[in-house]
């Protein structure tokens, strides 16, 4: 049973920083590209941030670049979000996501998906 678990939302001010996890069982775990993704409220979900098999190539959308990092632990089935100077704007739902193989993003098919942590960011 494929397993994929997010940790780490939580209210923040804004300028702040989180870390979100990403927690995976019951699949090679190298065998995919992780990407996270966020929904904010009455919005459509976005991809954010996106990391190869190895974790040697990472991509970000315009909006993050320079103040978050995703990076993974391949042999612990880990998925980090290292969030900086976070902007009230991105307030929403953060997911982890798994596709088999890499391929450059906007990613149109996710194998597996995540049930979300919620990250808030005050004024």
């Known amino acids: 049973q494929v397993q994929v678990e997010e940790s780490g939302g939580e209210l923040v001010q804004a300028g702040g920083s989180l870390r979100l996890s990403c927690t995976v069982s019951?699949?090679?775990?190298?065998?995919?590209?992780w990407g996270w993704f966020r929904q904010a409220p009455g919005r459509e979900r976005e991809g954010v941030s996106y990391?190869?098999?190895?974790?040697?190539?990472?991509t970000y959308v315009r909006a993050v670049k320079g103040r978050f990092i995703v990076s993974r632990d391949n042999a612990n089935s880990i998925v980090y979000l290292q969030m900086n100077d976070l902007k009230p704007e991105e307030t929403g739902m953060y997911f982890c996501?798994?596709?088999?193989?890499?391929?450059?993003?906007?990613?149109?098919?996710?194998?597996?998906w995540g049930r979300g942590t919620q990250v808030t960011v005050s004024t």
């Open positions: 996501a798994a596709r088999f193989g890499w391929s450059t993003p906007p990613w149109k098919d996710v194998n597996f």
């Open positions: 019951g699949l090679p775990f190298d065998a995919y590209a």
């Open positions: 990391v190869n098999l190895s974790g040697a190539r990472t």
